[in-house]
């Protein structure tokens, strides 16, 4: 996949069609970096200690024969300048390309969600690192869920990359009757900059895009946290580092939850109306508070090692004397001399 990414680079260089007013290589490169940032993810997770790892590992070998075989024909599909998804045509090799993907989707969904359910349930981690896990995975299940929605979107009337007419089955972007009837293919209009949504209506690859890539960031965070703790004392308290991972999980799962009633509502991510941004504003004001809260009401721990391995005075023993134990050690530069 990360060759896949490199050659997509370069396609996107030398060759100059474009479908949707996109070059016809961006789509496999964004699905293949996608699978690699996933997959790498995938693979620390079934690597942790948990129940059921034989079957996790088939479970995960399907995954990866599944995700190449569906990237595979949107690589075909992109070299014959067409669409891989929604495509309509009636050609032999689109037919059988779509009969892949009304496979290949719903076993990508259902092999992700077996292996969320199993390794969620006691996975060999730190605290933080398992609500990290557990919140990731279920963004990302409900991630490839939301995906079904894009076919409900409305049919679309486009041109290939040599110019073919071709109607769409459904597309990313949703719109209102008028516009649609207006613009004709929505997806081609209004693209935002590197990730070409929709600048037009609201597009449901967003809250796709933050869902199944939120894994990532709850992960990175539950590290940061870790590496934090040594130097701030109230991060010391494994309980503490996972209350704000929760706090992260929260606001991860409202960023997905907006960006999905935005895209459902027609409106483009870069247009909010005042409603949304309160939404937002609110979400924002809850993640803070909660995050001041856990801070303040966290207990202050000493460094793992304790005072008494910073101060070698403290850890000298105390010294035995005719009459006991003393509980008072001399300076080596003040112990008298021995008698002769």
């Known amino acids: 996949m990360a060759g896949l990414v490199f050659f997509c680079l370069v396609a996107m260089v030398v060759d100059d069609r474009e479908l949707l007013g996109e070059s016809v290589w961006l789509k496999p490169m964004k699905f293949g970096l996608a699978f690699v940032l996933y997959s790498v993810t995938l693979a620390w997770l079934l690597s942790l200690p948990h129940k059921g790892q034989r079957f996790t590992w088939w479970l995960g070998f399907a995954f990866a024969v599944t995700g190449i075989v569906d990237v595979g024909f949107v690589v075909l599909q992109a070299a014959r300048g ?18 892949v993907f009304a496979s290949g989707v719903p076993g990508l ?27 990731g995975l279920a963004m990302a299940v409900v991630s490839m869920a939301l995906g079904y929605l894009m076919g409900f979107t409305g049919t679309q ?50 809250p796709h895009f933050v869902g199944l890539h939120g894994i990532q960031v709850l992960l990175g965070i539950a590290v940061l946290l870790a590496w934090c703790a040594p130097r ?18 929260l606001g991860g799962g409202g960023l997905q939850a907006i960006t999905f009633w935005q895209a459902m509502r027609g409106q483009s991510l870069i247009h909010p109306d005042s409603v949304t941004l309160l939404v937002v504003l609110g979400l924002v004001l809850l993640v803070t508070v909660l995050t001041v809260a856990i801070l ?25 004397t005719a009459r006991g134990v003393s509980a008072t050690v001399r300076r080596p530069g003040r112990v008298p001399p021995a008698p002769h």
């Not at 459904?170 to 590197?194: S, Y």
């Not at 207990?299 to 035995?320: C, F, M, Q, Y």
């Open 232 to 249: 701030y004392s109230r991060l010391r308290p494994a309980r503490t580092r996972a209350r704000l991972v929760g706090v992260a999980i």
């Open 157 to 206: 009337l486009t041109r290939t990359a040599d110019g073919r007419l071709v109607e769409l089955a459904a597309g990313h972007t949703v719109v209102d009757p008028e516009t649609r009837a207006a613009v004709g293919a929505p997806d081609a209009v209004g693209g935002m900059p590197i990730t070409h949504w929709s600048s037009l209506g609201g597009d449901l690859r967003i």
């Open 296 to 320: 303040q009401a966290a207990p202050v721990e000493p460094p793992p090692d304790g005072p008494a391995e910073r101060n070698p005075v403290l850890r000298t023993p105390p010294v035995v």
């Open 109 to 135: 969904f259902v092999a992700n969600l077996l292996i969320a359910v199993i390794v969620s349930i006691r996975p060999g981690a730190d605290r933080p690192t398992v609500r990290a896990v557990r919140g």
């Open 82 to 99: 067409t669409f891989s998804h929604f495509n309509t045509e009636t050609d032999a090799v689109n037919e059988i390309g779509q009969m």
